[in-house]
């Protein structure tokens, strides 16, 4: 069993700053990569950033200096500051993991976070 606590989403300003963490729990054998996703409204889900286990980040472009992933592998925890907010911005975020349980996972699978609404609005 993998579980997410997830955590720093709410109401924020144009031009504000919300820092995102999710820490993984469980009988986790090895996790290669974690990110965040969003969705938005009438939208199709989008990888927002990734951050893989040799340190290796990926950005969606429309964010790109704005937001920056982080990772501490000793709590399998990963943060997204999200800084200049925008409108466009709003959307549940949902953690993500890519990893091997111990025991159980033959091939390392993706492993979901519940979300967490983000809403930029004036």
């Known amino acids: 069993q993998v579980q997410f606590v997830e955590s720093g989403g709410g109401l924020v300003q144009p031009g504000g700053s919300l820092r995102l963490s999710c820490a993984a729990s469980?009988?986790?054998?090895?996790?290669?990569?974690m990110g965040w996703f969003r969705q938005a409204p009438g939208k199709q889900r989008e990888l927002v950033a990734l951050?893989?286990?040799?340190?290796?980040?990926d950005y969606l472009d429309s964010v790109e200096g704005r937001f920056t992933i982080s990772g501490d592998s000793a709590k399998n925890t990963v943060y997204l500051q999200m800084n200049s907010l925008k409108p466009e911005d709003t959307a549940v975020y949902y953690c993500?993991?890519?990893?091997?349980?111990?025991?159980?996972?033959?091939?390392?699978?993706?492993?979901w976070g519940q979300g967490t609404q983000v809403t930029v609005s004036s």
């Open positions: 993500n993991a890519r990893l091997r349980r111990l025991f159980t996972d033959n091939a390392p699978k993706d492993y």
């Open positions: 469980g009988t986790i054998f090895s996790i290669y990569a």
């Open positions: 951050i893989r286990s040799g340190g290796k980040t």
